[in-house]
């Protein structure tokens, strides 16, 4: 009996010591030093909260045309080589390298932000405030483009950190699917209709018709406000001193661009009420 295990043991320790020599033999090309990354999607549920993508901004409101809005809460993906993309319209876009290299890279590479605006038409989408790289942060322009079916189409990179997709979508292959003016309200749409008669006239240079039109767009959602907030000063004696001069001199500058506007008017034989002041007012 003590013979028969003295000599079980002896064979444990031989096929332990067989095992240790051919180890990193066996599970070589096998063992990953870290995991790939699972991180499809913004923010994936089942990974640890440090694994996480993490988005610098919310995106903004869905806007543009109603048709496009069933796209929002997709997502679609492309993999390209060693990388897979994934686009949310109205949300985000994604990229995830798809080898076991111990930093592969798992990203956001924009967040909705803005429509791109040329000639009346939804040119593209912009994501931005993706990931740092290096001193700015990645954007991604996505032109739409007529398709059998709703899909990324194409990945490129045209400078560095600033990337451009293709996404096909049989939404868009009617020749009006994407003009600008049909969404706005009747409002801004009169709008626009008055800013074109001035530009006409020349009553406006190129430039203020441009800034006149962008106003409009931001009004309407579809372009981010590019205006200024003022910081309130936390001195409530000066704050209440400051705001009344500041709204003086905002108004005694409204009534010499009226009175500006009122002599170009006459001078165009144009009546005074002409809608356009409002936009000045």
């Given at each position: 009996?003590?013979?028969t295990?003295?000599?079980?043991?002896?064979?444990?320790?031989?096929?332990?010591?067989?095992?240790?020599?051919?180890?990193?033999?066996?599970?070589?090309?096998?063992?990953?030093?870290?995991?790939?990354?699972?991180?499809f999607?913004?923010?994936?549920?089942?990974?640890a909260?440090?694994?996480?993508?993490?988005?610098?901004?919310?995106?903004?409101?869905?806007?543009?045309?109603?048709?496009?809005?069933?796209?929002?809460?997709?997502?679609?993906?492309?993999?390209?080589?060693?990388?897979?993309?994934?686009?949310?319209p109205?949300?985000?876009?994604?990229?995830?390298e798809?080898?076991?290299?111990?930093?592969?890279?798992?990203?956001?590479?924009g967040?909705?932000?803005?429509?791109?605006?040329?000639?009346n038409?939804?040119?593209?989408?912009?994501?931005r405030?993706?990931?740092?790289c290096?001193?700015?942060?990645?954007?991604?322009?996505?032109?739409?483009?007529?398709?059998?079916?709703?899909?990324?189409?194409q990945?490129?990179?045209?400078?560095?950190?600033?990337?451009?997709?293709?996404?096909?979508?049989?939404?868009?292959?009617?020749?009006?699917?994407?003009?600008?003016?049909?969404?706005?309200?009747?409002?801004?749409?009169?709008?626009?209709?008055?800013?074109?008669?001035?530009?006409?006239?020349?009553?406006?240079t190129?430039?203020?018709?441009?800034?006149?039109?962008?106003?409009?767009?931001?009004?309407?959602?579809?372009?981010?406000?590019?205006?200024?907030?003022?910081?309130?000063?936390?001195?409530?004696?000066?704050?209440?001193?400051?705001?009344?001069?500041?709204?003086?001199?905002?108004?005694?500058?409204?009534?010499?661009?009226?009175?500006?506007?009122?002599a170009?008017?006459?001078?165009?034989?144009?009546?005074?009420?002409?809608?356009?002041?409002?936009?000045?007012q």
């Amino acid at each position: 009996m003590y013979y028969t295990s003295t000599r079980i043991v002896h064979l444990l320790w031989i096929c332990l010591l067989c095992l240790t020599l051919l180890s990193p033999y066996s599970f070589a090309g096998k063992m990953k030093i870290v995991e790939e990354p699972n991180t499809f999607g913004l923010n994936n549920p089942f990974l640890a909260q440090g694994s996480r993508l993490q988005p610098k901004v919310t995106p903004g409101p869905v806007s543009g045309p109603a048709h496009l809005r069933r796209l929002a809460g997709k997502c679609f993906s492309y993999i390209e080589s060693t990388y897979k993309y994934e686009f949310c319209p109205f949300h985000n876009i994604t990229q995830h390298e798809q080898s076991f290299r111990w930093n592969a890279y798992s990203g956001i590479l924009g967040i909705w932000q803005e429509w791109e605006i040329v000639n009346n038409t939804f040119l593209a989408m912009w994501m931005r405030e993706g990931d740092a790289c290096g001193n700015k942060n990645r954007q991604t322009k996505v032109i739409l483009t007529c398709g059998g079916s709703s899909k990324l189409a194409q990945v490129s990179e045209p400078t560095t950190c600033v990337y451009s997709l293709s996404f096909e979508t049989p939404l868009v292959c009617h020749p009006h699917s994407l003009l600008v003016y049909p969404t706005l309200s009747d409002k801004l749409q009169m709008e626009w209709d008055e800013v074109e008669q001035a530009r006409y006239e020349n009553l406006i240079t190129e430039q203020g018709y441009n800034n006149l039109l962008r106003d409009i767009f931001e009004d309407a959602g579809f372009l981010k406000s590019q205006k200024v907030k003022e910081k309130p000063d936390i001195t409530t004696t000066s704050k209440t001193h400051d705001s009344l001069q500041k709204c003086n001199e905002d108004v005694r500058k409204q009534r010499e661009e009226i009175e500006r506007l009122q002599a170009l008017l006459t001078q165009h034989n144009i009546p005074h009420e002409s809608k356009l002041r409002r936009r000045f007012q």
